[in-house]
C-alpha cells in the first residue's frame, strides 16, 4: 500500500515514517511539508492512502483534499480535535490526535489497508465479469481469495463447491481443494448458469463432470464423489441433464 505523508513538522514526520517502517505491506511514496509541494506530487506518486496534518504553513489540508477531488483514502492526524466531524464528513478514515498512540495508528492503517484489499479484488472480479461479456469465447476465470493468497482458476476445472456455513470448498481439476470464506450462495450467482447447478443446500455442481446420475438421488463425479441430490432438486436435476 502506498503511502503519502503531509506533515510539516519534521520530527513527527520521522516519527510517523519509523511506525510505517514496521508495516510490511506499507510503501512510503513520497512526503511533503506543505500543500503546494503535496499538489504538485500528488499525481505523480499515485498512492492509496495520506496521511495528513490539517493546519500547514501554507493553508489547510482538509480544505485542500476536499477540493481536489481525488479518490484517496485518507487518514488525518493533527493536534486540534474540533475539526474531527469536518474530516469523517469528506471521507476519512481515521482521525487520529497527536501525540499520536502507536496501537491506534496501526489500526487505522491497517483497517485502511483492508479496504483497499478489498476494492482492489472486488474491481479484479468485475474486470474478469465484464471481460467474458465482451469476449465469451476467450477462457473464463474466478478469483479465489484464501487468507493467504489469491488464486485464479479456470471456471472449466471447478468440478464442485461444497458449502458448508460462511465457507465454500472447491473441488478443482488436476489442484488440492481450496476453501474460501464466502457464502456457497455468492458462487451459484458467479458461475454460469448453463454449466453448473445447485442439486442440494450444500452442493453447486459442473455439469461437465457428472459422470452419472443415480434415481436414488445420487450424482457420482468424474473423480468419484458421490454427491447427493435434495429431493425437490430431483426432477431439476434430470431436466437440466436432458437439455444439457
Not at 503519502?4 to 514496521?22: G, Q, T
Not at 472447491?170 to 448453463?194: A, G, Q, R
Request: neutral net charge; aromatic residues 12%; hydrophobic residues 40%.
Amino acid at each position: 500500500m502506498k503511502v503519502y505523508i503531509l506533515e510539516d513538522e519534521y520530527n513527527i514526520y520521522l516519527y510517523i515514517k519509523s511506525l510505517l517502517d514496521s508495516i510490511p505491506y506499507v510503501q512510503i511514496v513520497g512526503y511533503s511539508p506543505s500543500i503546494a509541494q503535496a499538489e504538485r506530487e500528488l499525481l505523480a506518486t499515485n498512492p492509496d492512502l495520506i496521511l495528513a496534518d490539517i493546519q500547514l504553513k501554507d493553508g489547510s489540508s482538509l480544505s485542500f483534499l476536499s477540493e481536489l477531488k481525488l479518490d484517496i483514502n485518507t487518514i488525518f492526524i493533527t493536534a486540534f480535535n474540533q475539526y474531527a466531524i469536518e474530516a469523517l464528513n469528506i471521507g476519512a478514515i481515521a482521525y487520529l490526535l497527536k501525540p499520536l498512540v502507536p496501537d491506534q495508528f496501526i489500526e487505522a492503517i491497517e483497517k485502511c489497508y483492508k479496504k483497499n484489499t478489498e476494492y482492489r479484488f472486488n474491481s479484479m472480479q468485475l474486470n474478469m465479469a465484464e471481460s467474458y461479456l465482451k469476449a465469451p469465447n476467450k477462457p473464463k476465470k474466478i478469483a479465489l481469495r484464501t487468507f493467504e493468497y489469491t488464486q485464479i482458476v479456470n471456471i472449466d476445472d471447478v468440478l464442485y463447491c461444497h458449502g458448508d456455513k460462511g465457507y465454500t470448498t472447491f473441488y478443482i481439476k488436476d489442484n488440492k481443494p481450496m476453501m474460501v470464506s464466502k457464502v456457497l450462495k455468492h458462487f451459484e450467482t458467479m458461475l454460469p448458469e448453463t454449466e453448473f447447478i445447485r442439486c442440494h443446500q450444500s452442493y453447486l455442481i459442473n455439469a461437465n463432470y457428472i459422470k452419472k446420475y443415480f434415481k436414488d438421488g445420487q450424482l457420482e463425479m468424474a473423480d468419484g464423489k458421490m454427491i447427493p441430490v435434495a429431493t425437490r432438486k430431483k426432477d431439476v436435476i434430470q431436466q437440466f441433464l436432458n437439455d444439457f
